[in-house]
Nanobody, 124 residues
Framework: QVQLVESGGGLVQAGGSLRLSCATS????????MGWFRQAPGKEREFVAF????????QYADSVKGRVTISRDNAQNTLYLQMNSLRPEDTAVYYC?????????????????WGQGTQVTVSS
């Protein structure tokens, strides 16, 4: 059973930064591609970022490109999302998820295990 646990969310002013973490239980973490998604109230779940197994390939949504960095520490079985220059429109619950594919994908249907989410609120 794969377990993903996000942390690091909170309330921050516009222009601030947060670093989200996703701790995983699987001992095969280094063989998984991973992604971050977010969902704001009343909106559909939205792709944020993708990283391949070794961290050498990443992809970002246009809405966060240049402000967000996805990374991973395979020795610690942990995925990260560094978010800078936060905006009120970044307010959402952020989820990490395991991809079923090795190549980049923005489709949430290509992810099979999800964390419970961590709330990020950006005040103006």
């Amino acid at each position: 059973q794969v377990q993903l646990v996000e942390s690091g969310g909170g309330l921050v002013q516009a222009g601030g930064s947060l670093r989200l973490s996703c701790a995983t239980s699987g001992r095969f973490f280094s063989s998984w591609a991973m992604g971050w998604f977010r969902q704001a109230p009343g909106k559909e779940r939205e792709f944020v970022a993708f990283i391949n197994r070794h961290g050498g390939n990443t992809q970002y949504a246009d809405s966060v490109k240049g402000r967000v960095t996805i990374s991973r520490d395979n020795a610690q079985n942990t995925l990260y999302l560094q978010m800078n220059s936060l905006r009120p429109e970044d307010t959402a619950v952020y989820y990490c998820a395991r991809s079923t594919l090795w190549s980049s994908t923005t489709n949430y249907k290509d992810y099979d295990f999800w964390g419970q989410g961590t709330q990020v609120t950006v005040s103006s």
